[in-house]
């Protein structure tokens, strides 16, 4: 039988007495914690461990929160956390600040274990809650094809460098790529943290586990897109690749052939015969 793994917090504070006294005190209540004395340290750990919330004072040396956010905020693996902020000032300007940047909650020093714990259970039972609308709704994307609609199939031959070590890796992106997977998405189901996988996957590639993801997508929009029987439109390719916006799309595929897709369609639009493709060569 699989046991839920521990909700997991990182705090994020120059003050050590509070906190270790944060960070001792959500360990009892069965949290699973992680303590960062600086900013700097805060977003590698945030990173790094990926916790289910973050906890962070406004105020720091070289780095303060204000920044911790900013670039959690940044960056695809962290952008969505639950983030609250701990600060001294209960001044609106401060706090509007903080909401500006994406903060979820403010919590005045001094706070108690018990007003901590009611801000915390509120803001993960807010992104329990988002996410169970987006799964739904992901879920809802997914439905099966009709029978009677037949999509075209790309190629058979991978993209991909055979290196055993990173099948695995390679065989999650060839799987899920057109479901607008990320980095996170990627070491999640091989058991890594994004920051190994990312220094893994370049030492033995020379490139990073999104610019795979990227060159898979672009494969299979130069497939559909000279294949002259196919009457899908720029933007119902870019969704059928896993991307939200077409303008996001365009960039990337300008980026990679010179050309936006209109104009590379022109060019290489052909009569691509009816293969059979075996399933296990997908």
């Known amino acids: 039988m699989m046991h839920e793994s521990p909700t997991k917090i990182l705090v994020i504070e120059d003050d050590a007495i509070t906190r270790n006294l944060f960070l001792e005190g959500l360990k009892v209540e069965g949290f699973d914690t992680i303590g960062a004395e600086n900013g700097l340290v805060g977003i590698q750990r945030a990173q790094e461990h990926l916790p289910d919330l973050v906890i962070c004072d406004i105020v720091m040396p070289d780095i303060d929160g204000y920044s911790v956010l900013t670039t959690l905020r940044q960056e695809p693996c962290t952008a969505i956390m639950p983030?609250?902020?701990?600060?001294?000032?209960?001044?609106?300007?401060?706090?509007?600040?903080?909401?500006?940047?994406?903060?979820?909650?403010?919590?005045?020093?001094?706070?108690?274990?018990?007003?901590?714990?009611?801000?915390?259970?509120?803001?993960?039972?807010?992104?329990?809650?988002?996410?169970?609308?987006?799964?739904?709704?992901?879920?809802?994307?997914?439905?099966?094809?009709?029978?009677?609609?037949?999509?075209?199939?790309?190629?058979?031959?991978?993209?991909?460098?055979?290196?055993?070590?990173?099948?695995?890796?390679?065989?999650?992106?060839?799987?899920?790529?057109?479901?607008?997977?990320?980095?996170?998405?990627?070491?999640?189901?091989?058991?890594y943290s994004p920051a190994y996988l990312t220094n893994r996957v370049a030492k033995q590639t020379g490139d990073t586990v999104n610019n795979w993801i990227v060159k898979r997508r672009m494969a299979e929009a130069r497939f559909l897109l000279q294949l002259q029987n196919n009457n899908q439109t720029i933007e119902q390719i870019a969704q059928a690749l896993g991307y939200q916006d077409v303008s996001h799309f365009s960039r990337q595929f300008r980026q990679h052939h010179g050309l936006p897709p209109h104009a590379w369609r022109k060019q290489h639009q052909v009569t691509v015969h009816k293969q059979v493709i075996p399933m296990t060569a997908r």
């Open 83 to 191: 983030f609250i902020f701990l600060t001294g000032s209960d001044s609106k300007a401060a706090m509007r600040k903080g909401m500006e940047l994406g903060a979820d909650d403010f919590l005045a020093k001094p706070s108690t274990l018990d007003e901590l714990l009611k801000a915390i259970a509120t803001r993960l039972q807010k992104q329990a809650n988002l996410e169970n609308w987006w799964a739904n709704k992901f879920q809802k994307a997914l439905k099966p094809v009709s029978a009677n609609k037949i999509l075209p199939t790309a190629p058979a031959e991978s993209i991909f460098p055979s290196i055993p070590q990173l099948k695995e890796v390679f065989d999650f992106i060839e799987e899920h790529y057109h479901q607008g997977i990320t980095l996170c998405d990627v070491a999640e189901a091989v058991g």
